[in-house]
């Protein structure tokens, strides 16, 4: 596959980013119809072509070159960061910005009857999440060895399926977890969406073309600040 002209951005295809990277983009003077069927969207008026995959393939398209841009939850790229550090895969991104939306956190909860004190409460107990490498690094500063619980969805619903005794999950507002029984006792990361880079160089037109896109994102991200 030859080396793609057209400026390559990665955002998420349906779920909590999608609509809201789509803003942006559009925001920036980037003008494109989505097709739901379809992978890719053409812009009309730039050398852009946008992909639309599930947000955890979107790190590693990034770290392997595959496209330029990437829009993300830093807490999807810093698990992905780590097991490839530990695989030995390219892990490598430049972090353009931060960006607005996507806040969210990543945070230990068990069920209401469960008495917490701290996270040593949870030495040897087992913890369902679908960040098994941000919940490992924190345990370890800690010092805590605990078993896990890879849930890939549904991670809410393991304590009460007995499946684990405390959970490590996202939380915005804190319903899902009530709603299942469950409280938060404490954050372990603390995520918004940002704009990643290829660490690969870029040809001059390119680079350009990064820069201005990233040039009026700061400026519309500013405006709303
Ligand atoms: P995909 O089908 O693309 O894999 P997903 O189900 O993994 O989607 P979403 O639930 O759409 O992902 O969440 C995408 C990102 O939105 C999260 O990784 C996180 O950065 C952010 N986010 C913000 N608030 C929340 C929340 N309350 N729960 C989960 N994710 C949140
Ligand atoms: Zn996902």
């Known amino acids: 596959m030859s080396e793609s002209t057209r400026l390559r951005i990665a955002i998420q295809k349906s779920g909590r980013l999608s609509k809201e990277s789509q803003k942006l983009l559009k925001s920036c003077g980037v003008k494109?119809?989505?097709n739901e069927q379809r992978l890719i969207a053409h812009s009309d008026n730039m050398?852009?072509?946008?992909?639309?995959?599930?947000?955890?393939?979107?790190p590693g398209l990034?770290?392997?070159?595959?496209?330029?841009?990437?829009?993300?939850?830093?807490?999807?790229?810093?698990?992905?960061?780590?097991?490839?550090?530990?695989?030995?895969?390219?892990?490598?991104?430049?972090?353009?910005?931060?960006?607005d939306f996507g806040a969210c956190r990543l945070s230990l909860a068990v069920p209401n009857e469960f008495s917490y004190q701290d996270a040593s409460s949870l030495e040897g107990l087992r913890i369902a999440t679908s960040y098994p490498n941000l919940l490992r690094r924190y345990?370890?500063?800690?010092?805590?060895?605990?078993?896990?619980?890879?849930?890939?969805?549904?991670?809410?619903?393991?304590?009460?399926?007995?499946l684990s005794d405390g959970i490590c999950d996202l939380v915005s507002t804190g319903a899902t977890l009530e709603a299942n029984g469950l409280y938060e006792t404490?954050?372990?990361?603390?995520?918004?969406?940002?704009?990643?880079?290829?660490?690969?160089?870029?040809?001059?037109?390119?680079?350009?073309?990064?820069?201005?896109?990233?040039?009026?994102?700061?400026?519309?991200?500013?405006?709303?600040?």
Do not use: H, W
Request: hydrophobic share 40%; proline share 3%; with cysteine.
């Open 32 to 34: 494109f119809n989505v």
């Open 47 to 58: 050398p852009i072509d946008l992909l639309r995959v599930r947000d955890d393939d979107i």
């Open 62 to 99: 990034v770290m392997d070159g595959v496209v330029d841009l990437g829009i993300i939850g830093e807490n999807v790229l810093e698990e992905e960061q780590i097991e490839r550090q530990s695989l030995g895969k390219p892990a490598e991104c430049i972090k353009l910005r931060e960006l």
């Open 139 to 162: 345990m370890q500063e800690k010092g805590i060895n605990y078993r896990d619980c890879m849930l890939k969805g549904s991670v809410e619903v393991a304590p009460r399926a007995g």
């Open 186 to 225: 404490e954050v372990i990361y603390r995520s918004m969406a940002c704009i990643i880079q290829s660490t690969q160089s870029q040809p001059d037109d390119k680079q350009a073309l990064i820069n201005k896109i990233l040039s009026r994102i700061n400026g519309v991200v500013r405006a709303k600040e």
